[in-house]
Every structure is written in C-alpha cells, then in structure tokens.
C-alpha cells in the first residue's frame, strides 16, 4: 500500500490501533463469545448502523456455531457531539424473545446509544441481552454502563476507521485513526 492510499483523508492524524491488532483482538473476541455461547440455541448478533457493520462481519466468523445476525439504526450524533436523544430509524427485523442477543456497537462514547437501546431491548423479553463495543471511550461515559465485551479502550480522542466515520467519511479504512479536528471541514 502507497503511504498516499495509507492516508485517503486529509484530516487523519494518526493511526491508533493497526489493521494487524484489530484483527487480534477481534479473533480473540469472537472465541471469547463462542465459548459463551456454545450452548445456546438462539444466538442473534443484533448491530447498530452502519458503524458496527465492519466489526460484525469480522467478528462473527471467528464463532464457529449456528447464529444470525439482525441490524437496527438509530441515530444520536451530529457531527462529533452526542445529543442524547436517540432516535430509532430503522428496527431489527428478527422476533427477539427467547433469543440470547448480543448487541453489538462500533464504539461506546457517552454510553447514552447504547444504554438506551438496552432498555428497549429488554421490553421485547430476550432470554438474555449482552453489550459488545470494539472501542471504549471511558472518560466519556455520562451514564452507568455495563460492556460485557469489548475490543479496546481508547483515550478521548474522535477516531475514524474500520467502520467508524465522520459525517460518513473514514468507514473504509482498515485500521483505527485519530481526527485532527482542526484540519477537518464538513
Ligand atoms: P454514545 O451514545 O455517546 O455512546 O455514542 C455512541 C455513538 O456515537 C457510536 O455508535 C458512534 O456512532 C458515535 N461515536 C462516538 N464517538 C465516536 C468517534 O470517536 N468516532 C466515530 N463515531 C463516534
Ligand atoms: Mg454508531
């Protein structure tokens, strides 16, 4: 790879997490899930739009046991600032009572997504509801989140890559940037 298509976005500022150890710690994930789960029948990895599909695709192929994956999209960000109020734009298709459900979500910020969806989740009676993230912004978090399963906590810094974006820009790259907000425009 060219050091030109390295860095495809102006506003990238440096690589935190490589392609290589993305792929580790992925790997490392999903057996940690299907050991988990080896006995359940009803295994569903239910993920968030568009930012968790990279990390689902991955991740799901390294649990070697009958399971489907659902998606729902629901939206609380602008830009780079959470809004707390999270909306639901699209729901997961699959009847999820009596299913073990893991939700799956490309990173966890405020915690507000995820903790949200949680509660909605739970209403519909699945047997049981885990929380997966890829990345962890602890000092973030505004609300009391339990993440049963998660890739790597990071500093506060706004990243892109390996499906994470700005205003659907960066998704494409293999490993996980930081964004120089200064270089950035919209
Ligand atoms: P929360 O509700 O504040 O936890 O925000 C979670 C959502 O915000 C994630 O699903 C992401 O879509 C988005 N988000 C938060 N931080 C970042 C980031 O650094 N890069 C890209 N998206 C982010
Ligand atoms: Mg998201």
Not at 1 to 22: C, G, Q, V
Not at 30 to 39: L, T, V
Request: net charge negative; glycine share 6%.
């Amino acid at each position: 790879m060219t050091e030109l298509s390295r860095f495809p976005y102006s506003f990238i500022d440096k690589i935190i997490i490589s392609e290589e150890d993305i792929e580790t710690r992925v790997q490392a994930l999903g057996r940690q899930i299907a050991s988990d789960y080896k006995d359940s029948e009803n295994l569903l990895l239910l993920g968030l739009l568009r930012g968790s599909v990279v990390f689902i695709t991955d991740l799901m192929r390294h649990i070697p046991h009958p399971m489907t994956m659902d998606f729902m999209s629901v939206s609380s960000y602008s830009g780079t600032e959470s809004s707390g109020f999270v909306r639901i734009d699209l729901d997961h298709k699959t009847n999820i009572q009596g299913w073990d459900v893991i939700l799956i979500d490309d990173i966890i910020d405020t915690g507000y997504t995820v903790h949200t969806v949680k509660k909605l989740l739970l209403d519909r009676n699945p047997k049981s509801l885990k929380v997966c993230a890829l990345l962890d912004k602890v000092e973030r978090h505004k609300v009391d989140i339990a993440i049963d399963y998660f890739g790597f906590k990071i500093p506060d810094y706004f990243v892109v890559g390996y499906g994470l974006d700005i205003d659907e820009k960066g998704r494409n790259l293999p490993y996980i940037a930081s964004v120089d907000l200064n270089r950035y425009t919209k």
